[in-house]
């Protein structure tokens, strides 16, 4: 598999009207004919999510290519080569897993393009940017034949900016909806806004969120960097909105299949932490102190730990109750459950909760319970973010200080957790006949940090 991000616009266009001038140097035209089956569920769960699954013949890089939404204008496109079959090959259908859910993956459109294409280039020939003007045929079964022209601007941000103001002014309108199958289909993403009322603003939030959960899904299957914590993260944010705000959206059993699936990721996630957290640490060190094979003794105890736990963390996402889990969120977010909370004006009933969530930080932190007063401080932070579209600059200044708090309180965790696999590391370096000074030294350094911030750490 070939991966590669994307920026494009998308313009639609009258049959006859006239391309203008473009700025920078232009090169062109070619032609070329492209023909495109495209992919889905019988019930469109792919497009519904903003993906599209296609086998295209023809152009430059014909094959099999799934478009992964990034933000807008912005798509990730993973390319397979043409594998002579015309079924999905397995690699995407166990990509598409957490949109499928293990649902047959069927030809919903052919969508035919003749295209003409003009490069823009840049100094010493440099390719910035490609523009397409293409003539589309769309069929599906049952129902008519679409026909329709739309322009095409990819490559470079700034060139797409600069293009849009020239084409805006020839008349060109930027498309409505974000893909040709979207188009041929009558069918686009349901993004849902925060609305007014209490259950209107948490509601938009849980949405963003379960969408990101399987965003980041397809990234932890392609073993891409960081997209664990971010998975892990996003899990983090909606299990805090269910619990802060259970009586707005009530959902308490779906929390706790989150946690859950919080703490299957965790594993991967911390072994990635403290990888991170000892290697950078030695490499800090003044040569004279890194004594023995010591770079090479986290390797050989983190490598196996991390495969492993790479190796669990997909046997999650394969399961059947991360997908029955993937099942609920969606009819939470299509269907929620009614609450009398719910109908409230957001500004008056969400504070209600924050309070309530706020009043648990203080207590902990005087009980000496500094990673409890973080867990609640990191959950009260995503209840404020939940809030930011009704409260504003108060709620997202609030957020930023329990941010502060969390941070800190991450960082001594960091150190109360790497001085028992310091104190290991060296009596495993002991045992095979090497020195465990450099182990020993970074267990003092990790005692004495932990020691620090937990006489500074303050709330409120």
Do not use: C
């Amino acid at each position: 598999m070939r991966t590669q991000r994307e920026v494009e616009r998308k313009y639609e266009a009258e049959p006859e009207a006239e391309l203008p001038e473009l700025p920078g140097v232009v090169s062109g035209p070619q032609h070329e004919t492209l023909d495109a089956v495209y992919y889905d569920t019988a019930d469109l769960r792919l497009i519904r999510g903003g993906l599209t699954l296609r086998r295209r013949e023809g152009g430059a890089d014909e094959g099999w290519h799934l478009k992964v939404p990034v933000g807008e204008d912005t798509r990730d496109e993973i390319h397979i080569p043409l594998n002579g079959k015309d079924t999905p090959p397995k690699q995407f259908s166990d990509l598409t897993l957490g949109y499928t859910r293990g649902a047959e993956l069927r030809p919903v459109a052919r969508i035919q393009t003749d295209r003409t294409r003009w490069e823009i280039v840049g100094g010493k020939g440099k390719l910035l940017a490609e523009l397409t003007d293409d003539r589309v045929t769309a069929s599906r079964p049952d129902a008519e034949t679409k026909t329709w022209r739309e322009i095409e601007v990819e490559g470079d941000p700034d060139v797409i900016e600069r293009t849009d103001e020239p084409l805006r002014s020839a008349g060109f309108q930027r498309s409505s909806l974000p893909s040709k199958l979207a188009r041929a289909l009558e069918t686009e993403r349901v993004v849902r806004e925060p609305g007014k009322t209490a259950g209107e603003v948490v509601l938009a939030y849980v949405a963003a969120q379960v969408e990101k959960i399987k965003y980041y899904d397809i990234l932890v299957r392609q073993d891409v960097d960081d997209s664990v914590h971010q998975m892990r993260v996003a899990t983090r944010r909606l299990r805090s909105a269910l619990r802060v705000y259970r009586k707005v959206l009530p959902s308490e059993d779906i929390a706790a299949e989150l946690q859950w699936l919080g703490r299957q990721l965790s594993a991967a996630r911390d072994l990635e932490v403290q990888a991170a957290r000892l290697t950078g640490a030695v490499s800090a060190l003044p040569p004279e102190l890194v004594v023995g094979p010591v770079q090479a003794r986290l390797t050989r105890h983190f490598a196996p730990e991390q495969e492993k736990a790479r190796k669990d963390v997909l046997r999650t996402l394969r399961g059947k109750r991360y997908l029955r889990l993937l099942d609920r969120l969606d009819a939470l977010v299509a269907d929620p459950p009614t609450s009398p909370k719910a109908g409230r004006k957001a500004r008056q009933e969400l504070p209600k909760h924050l309070d309530r969530a706020a009043g648990k930080i203080s207590p902990r932190l005087a009980a000496g319970e500094i990673h409890r007063a973080r867990k609640a401080a990191k959950r009260l932070r995503y209840a404020f973010e939940v809030a930011l579209p009704a409260l504003g600059e108060p709620a997202d200044k609030a957020r930023k200080r329990a941010k502060a708090f969390t941070k800190e309180g991450g960082e001594y965790q960091d150190s109360v957790v790497a001085q028992p696999l310091l104190r290991t590391l060296a009596m495993q370096a002991h045992a095979a006949g090497e020195n465990g000074f450099t182990f020993g030294l970074l267990y003092a350094r990790e005692e004495a940090n932990a020691e620090r911030l937990r006489g500074s750490l303050r709330w409120g």
